[in-house]
């Protein structure tokens, strides 16, 4: 069996499938621990993980209460910087490694196993051909000076810079897992030749859930703070008048304030295993974490990307069919009329059960599983 070490973040939906693929690989019978912040404990011993706390890298701060683009430096440094190369250095000293799992986005821990000479894998939690390809691909690209000086720090080399710097960094993993269907992706010009298509993971099966009694759709935002709340609140009045029942969940984001209609029900948090298999339309940021949930589950989508890589998600959504893209400043009209077109519009649903076949075929972590053995 395997001895693998996954370094994560808690940067909200990447620690999904970080979570579900530390699960998939315990339950293959192989040992796993978990390097991360303190926060994410029990969430990774519960996936079946050790689990071992950051001891030089600390946190700028809470995603949940504060804003991530209102702290970018902050977060690049740790993300990028030597205290977490530092840790993850120790950490492979420290106990015998075969693989490292690493959070595509914690260029540190990427660039410490490269270091230690031990295989890595990257696991990225967003779409990879925007990431590689495009002006999205670019905007890590001014955080290169923090990235090649932990580079330094460590004694490596610097990166091409004929590539924008996540395709530059991910090329020297020896595995790349995009942890989307290759048919929502869409073609990559020039893909590399470690990255492998392994589906969404997630952390827990979805339930069997009751025949629903009429019509629910569940509305999620960001499980960090985007400041959310007047979407948030334009949606719940939206859907006031809608032939359905709303739930609303916060994703654990304290959201001052909200009135909801009579018709729906807001919830600090709610395991959407449990909500999207009776859920007849999903109302969301297009956070790729919710998008993933909802198709797996054959739930056609509502989008109001807020920012990040949420745009190109909901952008997706709208080419395949799978949903509608919005803007997050649209109209109370103009979201009623979205939902109810999504809710009516055989189409959607049509499609969404196309893409859960797809994403079904992907085995829920057995084909990360299975690319990260291949390694061994």
């Given at each position: 069996m395997g001895r693998f070490l996954v370094v994560v973040w808690a940067a909200g939906g990447n620690v999904v499938p970080a979570a579900g693929l530390s699960r998939a690989l315990a339950a293959r019978g192989h040992e796993v621990r978990v390097l991360g912040p303190p926060v994410?404990?029990?969430?990774?011993?519960?996936?079946?993980?050790?689990?071992?706390?950051?001891?030089?890298?600390?946190?700028?701060?809470?995603?949940?209460?504060?804003?991530?683009?209102?702290?970018?430096?902050?977060?690049?440094?740790?993300?990028?910087?030597?205290?977490?190369?530092?840790?993850?250095?120790?950490?492979?000293?420290?106990?015998?490694?075969?693989?490292?799992?690493?959070?595509?986005?914690?260029?540190?821990?990427?660039?410490?196993?490269?270091?230690?000479?031990?295989?890595?894998?990257?696991?990225?939690?967003?779409?990879?051909?925007?990431?590689?390809?495009?002006?999205?691909?670019?905007?890590?690209?001014?955080?290169?000076?923090?990235?090649?000086?932990?580079?330094?720090?460590?004694?490596?080399?610097?990166?091409?810079?004929?590539?924008?710097?996540?395709?530059?960094?991910?090329?020297?993993?020896?595995?790349?897992?995009?942890?989307?269907?290759?048919?929502?992706?869409g073609p990559v010009a020039d893909p590399s030749a470690n990255a492998r298509y392994v589906g969404p993971i997630f952390e827990d099966l979805p339930r069997e859930a009751p025949a629903p009694d009429g019509r629910l759709v569940l509305v999620s935002f960001s499980s960090t703070n985007m400041r959310q709340g007047p979407t948030l609140q334009r949606v719940l009045e939206a859907l006031g008048t809608v032939d359905a029942e709303v739930l609303c969940t916060l994703g654990g984001v304290p959201v001052e304030g909200l009135r909801p209609p009579a018709n729906a029900v807001i919830r600090d948090w709610v395991p959407h295993n449990e909500v999207l298999p009776r859920a007849s339309a999903v109302v969301t940021h297009a956070g790729l974490s919710t998008v993933m949930g909802a198709l797996a589950n054959g739930v056609p989508l509502v989008c109001l990307p807020m920012g990040r890589d949420q745009p190109e998600n909901a952008a997706r959504v709208a080419e395949l069919g799978v949903g509608l893209d919005l803007s997050c400043d649209s109209s109370v009209e103009a979201i009623r009329a979205a939902t109810c077109d999504v809710l009516d519009g055989p189409g959607y649903r049509r499609e969404a059960q196309r893409m859960k076949d797809v994403i079904a075929g992907y085995g829920n972590g057995n084909t990360a599983v299975t690319e990260l053995e291949a390694l061994l």
């Open positions: 994410l404990a029990r969430r990774f011993e519960a996936a079946g993980g050790t689990f071992r706390p950051f001891e030089r890298a600390r946190e700028p701060g809470s995603m949940e209460v504060e804003v991530f683009d209102d702290n970018l430096l902050g977060w690049t440094r740790y993300v990028s910087g030597s205290r977490l190369a530092d840790d993850v250095t120790a950490e492979l000293g420290r106990s015998a490694t075969d693989v490292v799992i690493v959070d595509a986005f914690l260029s540190a821990g990427l660039a410490a196993a490269e270091r230690a000479g031990v295989p890595s894998a990257a696991l990225v939690h967003v779409r990879y051909r925007p990431s590689v390809e495009g002006p999205l691909a670019t905007q890590w690209d001014p955080t290169r000076p923090f990235v090649e000086a932990t580079r330094r720090h460590l004694g490596l080399a610097p990166l091409d810079e004929d590539r924008p710097l996540m395709a530059s960094l991910w090329r020297r993993s020896a595995l790349v897992l995009v942890c989307v269907p290759e048919q929502f992706d």
